[in-house]
Nanobody, 123 residues
């Protein structure tokens, strides 16, 4: 099976930056679609960013476009989320997720999940 381990969360001030990493194990990693979800207290989990295998591109929620960048390094079996110009509304637990193609950014599309990492942005 696939295991996902996240790191890079923390606390920053408004306008700051963080880079999240998710290291994966598993034979089928290169064939997975990958995503970063986030969940704030009292809100539903939503897809902030997702990326396909080495075929298509990356997709972002409107709320993070222009500020977040998702990337993957299949050789390192790692997916990243670079977060710039952070806002208090970005405060959430962030989860990486992997699913078998095709995926559409729905929770049920993803078979494997990381443990989550807290991101806190103070005003």
């Amino acid at each position: 099976q696939v295991q996902l381990v996240e790191s890079g969360g923390g606390s920053v001030q408004t306008g700051g930056s963080l880079r999240l990493s998710c290291a994966a194990s598993g034979y089928t990693f290169n064939g997975f679609d990958l995503a970063w979800f986030r969940q704030a207290p009292g809100k539903e989990r939503e897809a902030a960013a997702r990326i396909s295998t080495n075929t298509a591109g990356a997709f972002y929620a409107d709320s993070v476009k222009g500020r977040f960048t998702i990337s993957r390094d299949n050789a390192q079996r790692t997916v990243y989320l670079q977060m710039n110009s952070l806002k208090p509304d970005d405060t959430a637990v962030y989860y990486c997720a992997a699913g078998y193609p095709p995926t559409w950014g729905r929770l049920r599309d993803y078979n494997y999940w990381g443990q989550g990492t807290q991101v806190t942005v103070s005003s």
